[in-house]
């Protein structure tokens, strides 16, 4: 019983840290990919922070960044560039320097915050930015001393605070291990098992390649729980989704990589009808695109599929 409470509690926070990461600020504020509510909207201003221990002003301009310059020397967070292990350190200091680069209104920071129109450079302080830690360690603590629960507290706590751990598996697995389903400009790929455990998060070669998507998965074994999260918000009246910029169901075969095996009801086209990432009209920063592949690889792919 006791370990199903300690389950319970863990889940409890972990979704509640999820939903507020992967959709509020992420899918929504980074992206544009659905429309938060009203409501929605404030309650993620006004108590993101507490659940998370992140602004999402602040996670949001970072990621910003992170598209713009996909591991490139000028990435926040690439293992390409800090090495697999640096990744953790990298994005702790691309966080503060990008809090900083907000409050001192630098340009390369300011320039990603379009659609960002509230102000938190109230909890960016030195002081108040560990609050929520203080916060959620202090309760944990009670609960290991009032209840002698230690495993109780700890699930408490890790639920709601784990999301450097979530970045770190993301942002240095999503860029070195994995498949490809997408030509990129970048090395961002599909782990499968960050994809599960991160509520779709691992699928970064999708999400790369169609960044104003709210769904992350495209084959049909790869699952996306942070899709079935805005599914059911939507259904609430939480945030509407911007279904045009799905992913499409179907896709010409020059814009797979031929070390993937073509979806069945893919047809082989000319190498110029590829599909390019965000041709609705993506605004902010520049999405990443789908490149086209060379003609013996589309030839290739194409031999397969026949």
């Known amino acids: 019983m006791y370990l199903l409470l300690c389950l319970s509690v863990f889940a409890v926070g972990y979704l509640a840290n999820m939903v507020m990461i992967t959709v509020c600020y992420h899918r929504g504020l980074a992206h544009g990919a659905v429309k938060l509510s009203p409501l929605t909207r404030k309650l993620v201003i006004h108590l993101g922070l507490w659940i998370t221990g992140l602004t999402p002003k602040a996670w ?11 591991d490139t020397p000028k990435d ?16 702790a200091v691309s966080y503060y320097r990008t809090m900083e680069g907000l409050d001192a209104k630098d340009p390369e920071f300011t320039r990603f915050a379009h659609g960002l129109d509230f102000d938190h450079t109230w ?30 507290g700890l699930a ?19 860029h070195s291990v ?16 960050v994809g599960l455990v991160v509520f779709g998060e691992g699928y970064q070669n999708n999400h790369h390649a169609y960044p104003r998507s ?3 998965s495209f084959r049909p074994w790869e699952f996306d729980a942070g899709f079935v999260a805005c599914v059911v918000m939507e259904a609430f009246g939480l945030l509407r989704i911007d279904y045009p910029q799905l992913i499409p169901d179907r896709l010409p075969v020059a814009s797979l990589t031929p070390e993937q095996p073509a979806v069945r009801d893919l047809e082989p086209v000319l190498v110029q009808e590829f599909v390019a990432a965000d041709s609705q009209g993506a605004q902010g920063p ?14 290739a792919v194409s031999r397969r599929v026949n």
């Open 60 to 70: 949001a301009v970072m990621h910003r960044r992170h598209h713009e310059y996909s």
């Open 76 to 91: 926040p967070h690439s293992p390409s560039n800090v090495g697999l292990w640096g990744v953790m350190a990298a994005q």
């Open 123 to 152: 909890a960016h302080n030195r002081v108040v930015r560990t609050l929520p830690y203080v916060l959620h360690t202090a309760i944990a603590v009670g609960i290991f001393v009032g209840f002698d629960a230690f495993w109780l």
């Open 156 to 174: 408490y706590f890790v639920g709601l605070m784990s999301h450097p751990i979530q970045g770190f598996l993301v942002n240095s697995l999503g």
């Open 178 to 193: 994995g498949g490809r389903n997408f030509e990129t400009t970048d090395d961002s790929t599909n782990n499968a098992v």
């Open 214 to 216: 709210a769904k992350f």
């Open 286 to 299: 520049r999405p990443a695109q789908l490149a086209p592949m060379p003609a013996e690889k589309v030839a």
